[in-house]
């Protein structure tokens, strides 16, 4: 089935440490996304990428960043200056970057402090 | 003033009745408009997308939108325990810079027997 993986489904941080999550899609989209939801809020978008190799800040970047080495993939990490990293990461994809067609999700990473 | 607002509940109804969710936007501009069900522990799953006014009915659910008011509703005909979600409301807007989906916070939802 196509379809959008993350992993994992709950991650912990220490103090200081970066961490990774990943994100995996066999929809053949072009465009990825990286949000975060908190409690009370929508979703907020961190990083997108409209083809590999490039990628561009949503409105909270500070503190992530992503590569985007191949289409299927699109890894997020949270660094040590993510001051708050604790939240629900859900990565989606589109068609492409450009089109109004909808975003389909991953079933996400929580992500806690130790 | 949030682009997209949305009561965030909890909206907790009995198993059979008519369930009104809705959201109001702030800027005219916006044209494609969308609901997502996401359940608990879960991503957000794409229930109805629809393009500028009218409605749009696909099984028990009908998404409205009324432009002139900026105003987009969710309606749920006799609702299911398994209608027990958080309902986002979403725009396809211009903002910030670039073209992107902005979400309304969410309305929790319970359907009891």
């Known amino acids: 089935d196509g379809g959008i993986t993350q992993s994992p489904k709950y991650l912990f941080r220490k103090e200081g440490q970066n961490v990774t999550l990943s994100c995996e899609q066999n929809l053949n989209h072009d465009a990825m996304y990286w949000y975060r939801q908190d409690p009370g809020q929508g979703l907020r978008l961190i990083y997108y990428?409209?083809?590999?190799?490039?990628?561009q800040k949503g409105d909270i970047a500070e503190g992530y960043s992503v590569s985007r080495e191949k289409k299927e993939s699109f890894p997020l990490t949270v660094t040590s200056a993510q001051k708050n990293p604790t939240a629900f990461y859900l990565c989606a994809s589109s068609i492409n970057r450009d089109s109004n067609q909808p975003q389909h999700f991953g079933d996400g990473t929580r992500l806690s402090i130790l | 003033q949030k682009e997209v607002e949305q009561d965030p509940g909890p909206l907790s109804v009995p198993e059979g009745a008519i369930v009104s969710l809705n959201c109001t936007y702030s800027n005219s501009a916006f044209q494609y408009f969308m609901w997502y069900r996401q359940y608990s522990r879960k991503g957000p799953e794409l229930l109805m997308y629809?393009?500028?006014?009218g409605n749009k009915e696909d099984g028990r659910f009908t998404a409205q939108v009324d432009k002139s008011s900026k105003y987009i509703s969710l309606f749920i005909r006799d609702s299911q325990p398994s209608d027990s979600a958080t309902y986002l409301c979403?725009?396809?807007?211009?903002?910030?810079?670039?073209?992107?989906?902005?979400f309304g916070a969410g309305t929790r939802l319970a359907v009891h027997p």
């Open positions: 979403a725009v396809i807007g211009f903002s910030g810079g670039y073209n992107k989906l902005i």
């Open positions: 990428s409209q083809i590999v190799n490039d990628f």
């Open positions: 629809t393009y500028s006014s």
